[in-house]
């Protein structure tokens, strides 16, 4: 059984930092596409970022580059969501999702979601 596990949201001030984590288990994600969405009050789940977990190939959504950074530990089985210079903006719930098809922003073709972690980013 796959298990997507999100852990590292809390609260923040504008500007500081958090790491989110993506603990991943129950099949190899080698040929997967392991993304990070986020979900604010009243909007939908948007992409954020993703990682082709074979070649650590990365892409950002527009508002977040420069400011955050997805990477991956193998030998962990777990991917990061570094994010830096937090802005209120950024205040939403976080999940991390796995896809086998090599889109990387379209998140009806992720089939493997986490639960999710609550980010706070206020003064």
């Known amino acids: 059984q796959v298990h997507l596990v999100e852990s590292g949201g809390g609260v923040m001030q504008p500007g500081g930092s958090l790491r989110l984590s993506c603990a991943a288990s129950?099949?190899?994600?080698?040929?997967?596409?392991m993304g990070w969405f986020r979900q604010a009050p009243g909007k939908e789940r948007a992409f954020v970022a993703a990682i082709r977990w074979s070649s650590g190939s990365t892409y950002l959504e527009e508002s977040v580059k420069g400011r955050f950074t997805i990477s991956r530990d193998n030998t962990k089985n777990t991917v990061y969501l570094q994010m830096n210079n937090l802005k209120p903006e950024d205040t939403a719930v976080y999940y991390c999702?796995?896809?086998?098809?090599?889109?990387?922003?379209?998140?009806?073709?992720?089939?493997?979601w986490g639960q999710g972690t609550q980010v706070t980013v206020s003064s």
């Open positions: 999702a796995a896809n086998p098809t090599g889109i990387l922003s379209n998140r009806d073709v992720y089939i493997y």
């Open positions: 129950g099949r190899t994600f080698s040929s997967y596409i």
